[in-house]
């Protein structure tokens, strides 16, 4: 799933570029049309996902649907039939981080959480590793349009790969966030405003805004960095940087979801929290490309962690509500909006003030996230007896049981 729904984006500017020949606007205007579709999208295809029963059958389609957009990119003819494959795959995109974390929950409930959504995330950042490296050896080795056939050809074993999944073994109830045995329609679930007054929610969204706002552009503030000082190593750089990032949230991933239920969700986020502004000032003591980049590294305890705890925090704050998906939604555009504004912000500052004092600017906002959260955000795992049945069931799912 992950080089799916991920795949496309990383190489499509340069697929514009270098074959089609296209101009830096146009290819903005490309690019920032799905961008802004998903952005706009993102908070009612969570509300949509929440009142979805056929989550698998709508996962299906919704990859199929990216599949013929990646080929799209190959044969689209015009500048408008371009644009609108892109303004698709935006708005599908955001379907799916949802879609997985509700069938998730729905399949193996509260109890085995923790430790399935560590999984799924190290899977994700695996498949993203895998989908980089696939795609970028196919477009060096053949031609740039591989890229997007390979893409293509990941939706098609996705679909099938989504069928191995049983209907029958999704709880809706769950996986909108109710409690077992409730009955998850629109009588039983609770108000938008009920929801969204939760003070603990509204501190943990400020958080992750501020997290993202101070985040977002520190890897492109790198590559401009070495683009002007070591032009020739910038690109190489640039790729080691991405790609080692994603190898270490790959551990990462994996140990947050085994520590969540013993040290509890905000321990484990606090050390994602106090990653970034650390790596913020580490930026500012060298301009060695070897230097930036390993610090680059730290990227991904920061955001392998944020990719596990996010959900599981958002599942606690929903808890009983039947709004989870609607909230992912909600999270998902709030940190959007402030990844757009970090670009921005950061370019103003080192237009003004220079590199040094951009990164350092950003360390500050990830320090004032950091104590935010250390300060005013309460733990929100939940002591609780799990019944019988609940653990026979994850038993029942889990790979051991499977051996």
Partial sequence: MADVHTGVGPFLAIYLAASRHWNPSAIGVALSAGGIAGLIAQTPVGAFVDRLRQKRVALAVGTAL?????????????FADMVGAQIVMGVVGTFFPPAMAGMTLGIVGRAGLDWRIGRNETFNHAGNVFGAV???????????ESIFYFTA??????????????????????????????????????????VLINRSLSIFILSVVLFHFANAAMLPLVGQELSVGHPRAASLCMAVCIVGAQLVMVPVA????????????????????????????????????????????LDGIGAGIFGVMSVLIISDLTRGTGRFNFVQGLVATATGLGASLSNSVAGFIVQRAGYNVAFLALAGIASIALAIFATAMPETKRRRHYAVSDFARLRALSPSSAA
């Fill in 66 to 78: 990216l599949g013929i957009g990646a080929l799209a990119v190959i044969y689209s003819q015009s």
């Fill in 254 to 297: 994996l140990m947050a979801g085994r520590l969540a239920p013993e040290w509890g969700r905000r321990a484990v986020f606090l050390i994602g929290f106090a990653a970034l502004p650390i790596r913020g000032v580490l930026y500012t003591l060298s301009g060695n490309p070897i230097y930036l980049t390993g610090v680059q590294l």
């Fill in 153 to 194: 050809a990941s939706c098609v074993i996705t679909i099938v790969a989504i069928f191995f999944i049983r209907a029958d073994e999704i709880d809706f109830a769950w996986a909108r966030g109710c409690e077992k045995g409730e009955v998850a329609n629109e009588q039983n679930v609770s108000g938008f405003r009920e």
């Fill in 134 to 144: 696939a795609a970028g050896l196919l477009g060096y080795i053949f031609a740039r």
